[in-house]
C-alpha cells in the first residue's frame, strides 16, 4: 500500500511517497519502465509515484582542476575583505591554505586563518571559531578541508548571525536570522558538505554528533579542484570515497527522493563503483580523482535535496561517542542497512545494483525474485569494496560493544536523518541492526 505524504522537511515542502512496510505483494514484481533517458539504465516500479513537487537547491559551484583560485574571486564577488579562512592542521602540512590564503591577498583582501577543528568537529571548537572570527572582525567564511572544517565554518557562520551555543540549533531550521556569505573548498571526495544545507558537530556534553539542518546552510559558493585529493591519506581516500557511496545509495532510497535528485545518486554510485578503487592504486592519477570529486559533488547534490536514511542516521551515534572516520563507520553498516530496506521492497535497489555492475534481467523483465538477487548483490558488492580498502568487518573491531548497543538506537531515533529511510524503523529493529553489524 502506498501512502503520499506532504511534509515540509528542512524548510522544504516535499511530497514524498511513503510505503508501507509489509509483505511484498504482487504488484512488486511489475516490470521495468522503458530505460530511463537521463541514467541509461532501466527502472523497476516499487510503489514510488512521481512526485508532485519537487525542489532542487545548490549553490554556485566551480569544478575543475586548479580551480583552487576561483575560491579568491567568488570571496570578493561576495563582499569579503576580511574573510575568515577555515582549516585544520592536516591541510596546513598539506600547503594548501597557504596557496588559497596568496590567491586572496593577490584578490586584495586580508584574510585571517583559523585552524583549530579536529575531525568529527566538537561543540567547543566551533565556540572558539567563532570567537575568532568576531575578534578578528571578519566579513565572510572561507574553508579549505575536508567535512570537518567545512563543518566548522558552517558552525561559526551559523553563531556570526544567530548568536548561542552551536548545539541549541540541533534539529531542522533553528537559525532565524541570516548567517555571512560562505565559500567551500572541500578537500576530500566524500562528504558533499560543500554542496548540503548539513551542519555535523560533536556535542561532547552527550557524546553524540548532532545534526543541524537548514537551508541557510548551504554554502554560496562550492569550488571543487580535483588536485587537493592527492594529498589524501589512503584511509582517508578509503573513508570518504563509501561516505559518498552511502550518500548517493541513502538519498536514491530516501522518502524524500525526486527524479532530480534520483539522477545525481545513480551517477555517483556508478562513479563511485567505477573509480574508488583506481585512486587507491594509482593515487597521483588526476582523471579517476576528477571522477571522484564529482562522485562527492553529485552525491551531495543527491543528498541534500533527498535527505538520508538509517546508516547515517546510526553513524552519527558511533562517530560522536568514539570520534572515527565518518565514511568507515557507514562503510560497516551499509551493507547490513541495504538488506534491510531491501527486504519488504527490493525494487528500488535494482538500479542501484545495475550502477554498480549488476547485469540487465534478461529480456527486460525484473521478477520479484531477481530484484531480491540485485538488491542481496548490491549489498555483498558494497562489502566486497569496503574489504578491497580495508574496511573492519564489524563495529566490534572499532570499539563498539554489546553494553552500547541500547545508548547507541535510543540516539540513532533521534537524529534526523532517520525520518526519510524508506522503510519504518523501530528501535528494536536499530538495535538489531547495530546487533547484525557488531
Ligand atoms: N555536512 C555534511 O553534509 C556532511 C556530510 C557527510 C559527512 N559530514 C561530516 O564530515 C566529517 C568527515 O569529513 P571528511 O571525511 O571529509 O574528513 P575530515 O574533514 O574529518 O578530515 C580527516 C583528516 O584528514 C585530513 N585531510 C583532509 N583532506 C586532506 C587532504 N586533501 N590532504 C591531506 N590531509 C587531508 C584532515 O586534516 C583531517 O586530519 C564528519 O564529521 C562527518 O560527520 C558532513
Ligand atoms: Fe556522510
Known amino acids: 500500500?502506498?501512502?503520499?505524504?506532504?511534509?515540509?522537511?528542512?524548510?522544504?515542502?516535499?511530497?514524498?511517497?511513503?510505503?508501507?512496510?509489509?509483505?511484498?505483494?504482487?504488484?512488486?514484481?511489475?516490470?521495468?519502465?522503458?530505460?530511463?533517458?537521463?541514467?541509461?539504465?532501466?527502472?523497476?516500479?516499487?510503489?514510488?509515484?512521481?512526485?508532485?513537487?519537487?525542489?532542487?537547491?545548490?549553490?554556485?559551484?566551480?569544478?575543475?582542476?586548479?580551480?583552487?583560485?576561483?575560491?579568491?574571486?567568488?570571496?570578493?564577488?561576495?563582499?569579503?575583505?576580511?574573510?575568515?579562512?577555515?582549516?585544520?592542521?592536516?591541510?596546513?602540512?598539506?600547503?594548501?591554505p597557504q596557496q588559497l590564503g596568496r590567491h586572496l591577498q593577490d584578490a586584495g583582501m586580508r584574510p585571517s586563518v583559523w585552524s583549530g577543528v579536529t575531525p568529527n568537529p566538537k561543540d567547543h571548537e566551533i565556540a572558539a571559531g567563532h570567537e575568532h572570527y568576531r575578534a578578528e572582525r571578519c566579513d565572510v567564511l572561507v574553508a579549505v578541508g575536508g567535512g570537518s572544517v567545512i563543518d566548522a565554518a558552517k558552525g561559526i557562520a551559523l553563531l556570526a548571525g544567530n548568536g548561542g551555543v552551536i548545539t541549541d540549533f540541533e534539529g531542522v531550521d533553528r537559525m532565524v536570522n541570516p548567517i555571512p556569505p560562505m565559500v567551500m573548498v572541500p578537500a576530500t571526495s566524500g562528504t558533499g558538505a560543500d554542496v548540503s544545507q548539513f551542519c555535523i558537530v560533536t556535542d561532547t556534553l552527550r557524546n553524540t554528533k548532532i545534526t543541524i539542518l537548514g537551508r541557510a546552510l548551504v554554502p554560496d559558493v562550492s569550488v571543487v579542484d580535483p588536485q587537493l585529493l592527492t594529498t589524501m591519506p589512503d584511509w582517508l581516500n578509503a573513508a570518504t570515497g563509501l561516505d559518498a557511496l552511502t550518500h548517493g545509495i541513502e538519498a536514491y532510497v530516501s522518502r524524500a527522493h525526486n527524479p532530480l535528485t534520483d539522477h545525481h545518486a545513480l551517477q555517483a554510485i556508478s562513479l563511485v563503483g567505477g573509480h574508488l578503487e583506481r585512486t587507491m592504486d594509482h593515487p597521483l592519477e588526476q582523471e579517476s580523482r576528477v571522477f571522484m570529486a564529482q562522485a562527492a559533488l553529485e552525491a551531495g547534490l543527491a543528498f541534500t535535496n533527498a535527505i538520508l536514511g538509517a546508516a547515517h542516521a546510526m553513524s552519527h551515534q558511533v562517530g560522536g561517542l568514539l570520534d572515527l572516520p565518518h565514511g568507515v563507520i557507514n562503510g560497516i553498516l551499509l551493507p547490513h542497512v541495504v538488506r534491510f530496506n531491501a527486504e519488504p521492497d527490493p525494487a528500488r535497489f535494482v538500479p542501484i545494483a545495475q550502477a554498480l555492475g549488476f547485469p540487465d534481467a534478461i529480456g527486460g523483465h525484473w521478477s520479484q525474485a531477481l530484484a531480491e538477487d540485485a538488491s542481496e548483490w548490491a549489498a555483498v558488492e558494497v562489502r566486497r569494496l569496503a574489504d578491497e580498502l580495508g574496511v573492519p568487518k564489524g563495529l566490534a573491531e572499532i570499539g563498539v560493544t554489546e553494553a552500547d548497543v541500547e545508548k547507541l538506537a535510543t540516539m540513532t531515533m533521534a537524529d534526523a536523518c532517520l525520518s526519510t529511510n524508506p522503510r519504518e524503523a523501530t528501535r528494536d529493529d536499530i538495535e538489531a541492526l547495530f546487533r547484525q553489524a557488531l
Not at 26 to 49: K, M
Not at 70 to 94: I, K, Q, S
Open 1 to 96: 500500500m502506498v501512502l503520499v505524504d506532504s511534509v515540509t522537511r528542512a524548510g522544504q515542502s516535499l511530497v514524498v511517497c511513503r510505503r508501507q512496510d509489509g509483505p511484498a505483494t504482487e504488484d512488486d514484481a511489475s516490470p521495468l519502465r522503458p530505460r530511463d533517458a537521463a541514467t541509461g539504465r532501466g527502472h523497476v516500479q516499487s510503489g514510488h509515484e512521481p512526485p508532485r513537487l519537487a525542489k532542487f537547491h545548490v549553490p554556485e559551484i566551480v569544478f575543475g582542476s586548479g580551480s583552487l583560485s576561483e575560491a579568491a574571486h567568488a570571496a570578493a564577488r561576495l563582499g569579503a575583505r576580511r574573510p575568515l579562512l577555515v582549516t585544520d592542521d592536516g591541510l596546513l602540512a598539506a600547503g594548501w
